[in-house]
């Protein structure tokens, strides 16, 4: 998805430390993840000072997606005041979650017909939808997806509609045997209607139809993470996203 945005994006392997960024105005598109089981206390000190000098060298913010069960008991006692000491804020929480549960039945919805993104217009408002959702102005979303073959013709990427309006979108990507599902979003003022849900149900139905693949695997915020729960996935680590400090 990074190399999508760009191809001279910044993808390499330090090591214990995976960066991923585009240096793109969406923000997701940004991101560091530490690499590696049973990391303790000192590893961690040096691994969160790497990503942060990482993360200052760049134009464009981004986050630290730190998973707590890459941790032993002792790091993750020490994290708060090791990123305190690396420059590092804690932004928000989120729940890694995994599950075999394809094939799905195939989803419905009474207010809701389904799209699949094939065109600049579609991917426009997927990107919309995903702005307003996350608070992001509408350029960012912009920035981060218009333009992408990937997301017209790789990814089960689909929108949601009520009548002409797209109210909900979700992507599921076939990567190293699993279905990952990315950038679900419903618009605010359509929320608590189950649309999300049906919504990512699509994609993950569309996506297990062509490719076969039977587990899917996504990262949820916590708002997110009772949707998933109902489609069957499970948490499997907390994930704390981090960003600079101002």
């Not at 002792?74 to 590092?88: I, N, Q, T, Y």
């Not at 932004?91 to 979650?97: I, L, Q, V, Y």
């Not at 297990?208 to 729960?229: D, F, K, M, Q, S």
Request: charged share 25%; hydrophobic share 40%.
């Amino acid at each position: 998805m990074v190399l999508d945005r760009t191809p001279d994006a910044d993808v390499r392997d330090l090591p214990g430390v995976a960066v991923r960024w585009a240096d793109s105005r969406f923000v997701f598109w940004n991101c560091l993840t530490l690499t590696g089981g049973g990391i303790g206390p000192d590893a961690l000190d040096r691994r969160l000072r790497e990503a942060a000098e990482v993360m200052r060298a760049k134009e464009r913010p981004g986050f630290l997606w730190l998973f707590e069960a890459l941790l032993d008991g002792a790091a993750r006692a020490a994290l708060p005041a090791a990123a305190e000491r690396a420059g590092l804020r804690y932004a928000f929480p989120g729940t890694g979650m995994a599950g075999d549960v394809l094939p799905l039945p195939e989803p419905r919805h009474p207010d809701l017909t389904f799209l699949r993104v094939t065109d600049e217009t579609q991917l426009r408002a997927f990107a919309d939808l995903n702005s307003r959702a996350y608070g992001f102005p509408l350029e960012d979303g912009r920035d981060g997806l218009l333009g992408s073959t990937l997301w017209k013709d790789g990814a089960y990427a689909y929108l949601g509609m009520r009548g002409d309006t797209p109210v909900c979108c979700a992507g599921a990507l076939a990567v190293d045997g699993r279905l990952f599902v990315a950038l679900v979003a419903t618009d605010p003022q359509w929320q608590r209607k189950g649309y999300g849900e049906a919504v990512t149900r699509k994609a993950l139905y569309e996506g297990a139809r062509v490719t076969g693949l039977t587990r899917a695997v996504l990262h949820a915020t916590e708002a997110g993470a009772p949707v998933y729960h109902r489609i069957g996935l499970r948490p499997n680590s907390p994930i704390r996203f981090y960003g600079l400090q101002d």
